[in-house]
C-alpha cells in the first residue's frame, strides 16, 4: 500500500503560481509513474500531468505551457509547478502513483494510488 501526501494548495489571484508537492511513502519511488489529476465541482476527474522514473513527462494540453512536473527519486516526492493561472484552474489536485507501468497513460482508471486531494482556488 502507497499512501501519498500531497501540499501546497491554496488561494492565488489570477496570473499567480503555486506549487504542489506529493510525498510517497514507499522506498520502491524510483519504479511509479507519478502524475497529477484535477476535478473542478461538476466535472470529473482529469489528467494535468505526469512523470515517469526515469523522467520522461507528459501534459494535459491545457496546462502544457504553464505547468512543470519534476520528481527526486530519493526523496520520494514529485512537485507540479503551475504559473499564469486562471479561474478556470480551479480544483481538487490530487497525487497518484501508476505501478509497474511500462509508459504514462492520461486515464484515471489506470493508475493504483491516490492522495486526499489539495484545493486550489484562482481567483480572478
Known amino acids: 500500500q502507497v499512501r501519498l501526501v500531497e501540499s501546497g494548495g491554496g488561494l492565488v489571484q489570477a496570473g499567480g503560481s503555486l506549487t504542489l508537492a506529493c510525498v510517497a511513502s514507499e522506498q520502491t519511488f524510483t519504479r511509479y509513474i507519478m502524475a497529477w489529476f484535477r476535478q473542478a465541482p461538476g466535472k470529473g476527474r482529469e489528467f494535468v500531468a505526469a512523470?515517469?522514473?526515469?523522467?520522461?513527462?507528459a501534459y494535459a494540453n491545457s496546462v502544457e505551457d504553464r505547468f512543470s512536473i519534476s520528481r527526486h527519486n530519493t526523496k520520494h516526492t514529485a512537485w507540479l509547478q503551475m504559473h499564469s493561472l486562471n479561474p478556470e484552474d480551479t480544483a481538487v489536485y490530487y497525487c497518484a502513483v501508476d505501478d509497474y507501468a511500462a509508459r504514462i497513460s492520461y486515464s484515471v482508471e489506470k493508475y493504483d494510488y491516490w492522495g486526499q486531494g489539495t484545493q486550489v482556488t484562482v481567483s480572478s
Open positions: 512523470i515517469s522514473g526515469s523522467g520522461n513527462t
